[in-house]
């Protein structure tokens, strides 16, 4: 994106036009800065009718979805959950195996709607529209979304042999597992560089065309740890909440820029059981009341908020009522909250178990 996101009505917003939202010759602020409370309250409306009736859930089929990550965890099921939907699917992955073993999943919904299909129509149910077989594909490349060429070459390759993508979810991660003194300086960059700054760059292959026709989707997968912290994952930390301040600007952008037709969603889980973070543990009072969650759960939570165009989906809910404390409380109050849940040093058994993983393989690579 070179420069600012292009204004619609940027062509009468010129000096002392009403629109501009100047200082009027009496000096007082014009229409332009002043705070509507209608819209505001609209705002308000609308935020608490998603909570009393659940909104129509968007349609995707046909549509090109694009999920960095694809080949396990919750991009796996990702493709899974967007190929019930009838989604065309681009899947990315630096493990080219695993990639290929979620398209072959992904090609077996596939044959199951077409089977779907067929059977409608032999029973003679034409009045729902039925998508045809060879609209239903799936794409996979190789790609190091930590590369920055990498990722704007492979895009190249997507818009040539697929077409522009309509979907973007960027959900590829890293975690180093080490305490920040202990931890090599390459693992640090390489996990900011996957964690966030390869955001930056599959945005800025995709976004151009969503802008010039104001339709698509950007999701960022990011985590609850960048919405408050926990000791001995600072880099992980620091690259979630970098990610959270990335897409937070690029939707005030899509805003300012008048691009409703640009939708954004941030997925903020809590700890999810896919062995990223194996032997975390909070205290055992409280695991019961906030054990891991299952990944089928936190992905179907958000694909809810994808397809009804939620802005931010935090889950469990809790999570909106821990960030919310850490906002208005003292740091030491925090502090004294951490311990009683035991979140202070929650990180530190999976980070153990990382160093004996690493020593194991060291002994026995004879190093």
């Not at 046909?62 to 681009?90: D, K, P, Y």
């Not at 089977?115 to 003679?124: E, K, V």
């Not at 990722?151 to 305490?179: D, I, M």
């Not at 906002?327 to 990382?354: H, N, T, W």
Request: with cysteine; charged share 20%.
């Amino acid at each position: 994106m070179a420069g600012a996101l292009p204004t619609a009505g940027a062509s009468r917003r010129r000096r002392g036009h009403p629109a501009a939202g100047g200082v009027s010759r009496e000096g007082r602020c014009d229409e332009g800065w002043r705070l509507r409370p209608r819209p505001l309250l609209w705002a308000f409306v609308l935020a608490a009718a998603r909570w009393l009736v659940r909104p129509k859930e968007k349609s995707v089929a046909g549509q090109v979805c694009l999920i960095t990550g694809a080949g396990s965890g919750l991009g796996r099921l990702f493709a899974l959950e967007f190929a019930r939907r009838r989604a065309l699917l681009v899947l990315w992955d630096i493990n080219t195996q695993s990639n290929e073993e979620t398209a072959g999943m992904v090609r077996h919904i596939y044959r199951d709607l077409e089977a779907a299909d067929a059977a409608a129509l032999q029973a003679g149910n034409g009045e729902e529209e039925i998508l045809p077989h060879c609209n239903l594909q799936v794409f996979t490349y190789t790609c190091d979304v930590g590369k920055r060429e990498n990722v704007y070459l492979t895009a190249e390759r997507v818009r040539k042999e697929v077409g522009e993508v309509s979907v973007l979810v960027n959900n590829a991660g890293v975690v180093s597992g080490h305490h920040l003194l202990e931890c090599p300086d390459e693992l640090i960059e390489r996990t900011m560089m996957v964690n966030c700054h390869a955001h930056f760059w599959t945005t800025k292959a995709f976004l151009p065309t969503m802008l010039e026709i104001n339709h698509g989707h950007i999701v960022t997968v990011a985590s609850s740890l960048g919405l408050f912290s926990t000791a001995g994952v600072e880099d992980y930390c620091a690259s979630k909440f970098g990610v959270v301040g990335f897409h937070e600007s690029l939707s005030h952008e899509l805003k300012a820029a008048e691009k409703d037709g640009i939708k954004t969603t941030l997925v903020c889980p809590y700890l999810v059981d896919t062995g990223m973070f194996r032997g975390c543990r909070i205290r055992k009072e409280i695991e019961p009341f906030l054990p891991p969650l299952k990944p089928d759960y936190c992905v179907k939570q958000a694909m809810k908020a994808i397809l009804t165009d939620q802005p931010m989906i935090c889950t469990p809910r809790l999570m909106y009522i821990v960030t919310f404390m850490k906002s208005i409380l003292p740091f030491e109050a925090v502090v004294c909250m951490y311990r009683f849940l035991g979140a202070d040093k929650c990180m530190y058994p999976f980070i153990a178990q990382r160093k004996q993983a690493t020593n194991n393989n060291e002994a026995k690579n004879g190093i």
